[in-house]
């Protein structure tokens, strides 16, 4: 009885969640098994025809894409961003906090103007082509958008501050003792790096790796802003499916794939960190 | 560390800030570009700006996104400061299930979600406008207040709580007077995060826009695909400023709710 009462407060919390987040997600599961007639209306019937469809080589490759967009996001995040992560937690701590908003202050500029602002350094008359032309160094514009690198680079630079900041936490918690006695042990720098500060700073790398992922899967208007119409991703499509196409059964099937493959990654972040208290999101 | 490793991190640290500023820059140089194309620089014009005060359907889009955001932003900053002080006084169990749901938002990604709301809504045929941008940003906002605040009631002093309640406070008055005003720079900190988030977001937006109530993002973008002229470069610089303005707000309001630009971080 007394739990009753603890809880009631929780209630409209409860049901807020439940029916704005828990009840459109089921609507997503029931419609991936409907069809729907060639005007759009969805037919009330049993049929697993839209995940049949998921298998066609053509969908095949559009998660594929995506998938192969959402890991090297990781792996170039991971690359370019261990060493900010690393350098900026050895600095003062006067500095260390203007690089750290220095880090975080792109989150606040619009996505939209982010990606806008590659498609004017990379493109045929872009500056970075004016710049290469000007100095002769090239005599043709180099050709750099609309391909899949280009896409990545987008995804990478939108991305790349929650990799450095969950990698910064994990450093930022070393004991630094730990470097110290492997130093006066007669550990080298780099030997020191391989067996201590990079496994101690696992957790943030999962971690990070974790919050690059998820998002890259689906954030299609960079790739419909820089890849133009040469490379499908999994956001497109199923944004595609869905207003464009008016199919939205289908829509719903890819939309529980792309969930599944979300999932999977969950389910390995909590693999690696099993050991670890820390939370993804703090 | 010796000179010659403090080198290399000072300039591996700059190259990484000029390149993750460049093309910010690039956007704000070529909104004074008199050519509209980014083939060559033909002399500082303020053309762009004055065209983009003339365009009323950038001045529509613009109000229904402040309208939407400024709701969206008080609208979390309650249920989210709510969601946080009650699963404190529930049980374990029920703190845990409101933090689990509160994830659901975040991990799902924004398509799929943005897809789930659509079908939802019109399943209820409830009018895409206002209102169902309201409620599909608060979603994705909510869980930001939740967290930050929730993380300032783990701070809190119980010895202060206890005091509260040795001295006759009754759980109203305890929340009231002592835990609230502890957590309104949390709070406060967590709604402006709340406005830029929805001021910027494109792809719930997309699904969730009525024919008369397009956001300014959903705008920017169709006028991006469609074919630039440096208008857009314009109002971007024009948003940029205003972001400045909101970042300098938040500021001055106070640093006990921790800097806003740090407390992103648990995005």
Redesign the interface.
């Known amino acids: 009885m007394k739990k009753i009462k603890q809880n009631l407060p929780a209630l409209p919390i409860l049901a807020y969640l439940i029916i704005l987040v828990g009840i459109p997600l089921l609507l997503v599961v029931i419609l991936s098994f409907l069809s729907r007639d060639n005007l759009g209306n969805i037919i009330f019937e049993f049929t697993l025809d839209n995940y049949k469809r998921m298998f066609d080589s053509v969908y095949l490759k559009v998660f594929l894409n995506s998938f192969l967009l959402a890991i090297f996001t990781g792996l170039i995040t991971l690359f370019i961003g261990y060493p900010v992560a690393y350098f900026t937690a050895g600095l003062n701590q006067k500095t260390r906090s203007l690089v750290i908003m220095l880090i975080m202050l792109p989150f606040w500029i619009s996505s939209l103007l982010r990606t806008y602002g590659w498609s004017i350094l990379l493109g045929n008359d872009g500056l970075i082509n004016n710049i290469l032309m000007f100095l002769n160094i090239i005599d043709k514009p180099l050709n750099m958008m609309y391909k899949f690198g280009t896409v990545l680079t987008g995804t990478a630079y939108m991305l790349i501050p929650f990799m450095i900041i969950s990698i910064y936490n994990s450093v930022d918690k070393l004991d630094r003792s730990l470097l110290e006695a492997s130093y006066d042990l007669g550990g080298g720098k780099w030997k020191t790096f391989f067996n201590i500060t990079l496994p101690l700073t696992m957790p943030g790398i999962a971690r990070g790796f974790t919050l690059v992922f998820i998002p890259a899967l689906g954030l299609y208007f960079i790739s419909d802003l820089l890849g133009g119409g040469n490379n499908m991703f999994l956001g497109n499509l199923i944004n595609n499916m869905a207003t464009r196409g008016r199919n939205r059964p289908l829509a719903s099937a890819f939309a529980i794939g792309m969930i599944l493959l979300v999932l999977l990654v969950l389910f390995i972040y909590s693999r690696v960190t099993k050991n670890n208290k820390e939370s993804l999101y703090q | 560390?010796n000179i010659k490793s403090n080198r290399f991190?000072t300039l591996?640290?700059s190259l990484?800030?000029i390149i993750?500023y460049?093309?910010?820059?690039?956007?704000v140089l070529?909104s004074f570009n008199k050519s509209s194309?980014?083939?060559?620089w033909s002399g500082f014009t303020l053309d762009w700006y004055k065209q983009l005060f003339n365009d009323r359907v950038i001045f529509e889009a613009f109000k229904v996104s402040i309208q939407v955001a400024l709701l969206t932003s008080v609208l979390s900053a309650v249920?989210g400061t709510?969601?946080a002080i009650?699963?404190i006084?529930?049980?374990e169990k029920?703190e845990k299930?409101?933090n689990g749901?509160?994830?659901?938002?975040?991990?799902?990604?924004?398509?799929?979600?943005g897809?789930?709301?659509?079908?939802?809504f019109s399943?209820l045929k409830l009018p895409f406008g206002t209102l169902t941008l309201v409620?599909s940003h608060s979603?994705f906002c909510?869980p930001y207040v939740h967290?930050m605040v929730q993380?300032r009631l783990k701070e809190i002093d119980i010895s202060i709580i206890e005091a509260a309640k040795d001295l006759g406070a009754t759980k109203t008055q305890i929340i009231k007077t002592v835990i609230l005003p502890l957590v309104m720079p949390s709070t406060l900190t967590a709604s402006l995060l709340a406005l830029?988030m929805s001021?910027?977001d494109?792809?719930i937006s997309?699904?969730m826009s009525g024919p008369a109530t397009t956001t300014l993002?959903v705008h920017?973008?169709s006028m991006?695909?469609v074919g630039?002229t440096p208008k857009?470069?314009a109002l971007?610089t024009l948003?940029?400023l205003g972001?400045f303005l909101?970042?300098g707000l938040n500021q001055t309001i106070g640093s006990k709710g921790g800097?806003v630009?740090?407390q992103?971080?648990?995005?």
């Open positions: 560390m991190r591996y640290l990484f800030f993750l460049v093309p910010v820059l690039s956007v070529y194309s980014t083939a060559y249920i709510a969601s009650i699963s006084y529930a049980t029920t299930t409101i749901l509160m994830f659901l938002p975040l991990i799902v990604p924004e398509v799929a979600l897809i789930s709301l659509l079908i939802f399943a409620i979603l909510v967290i993380l830029a001021m910027d494109v792809i997309t699904y993002p920017i973008f991006m695909r630039v857009v470069n971007c948003f940029l972001t909101l970042i800097n630009i740090e992103k971080q648990i995005r």
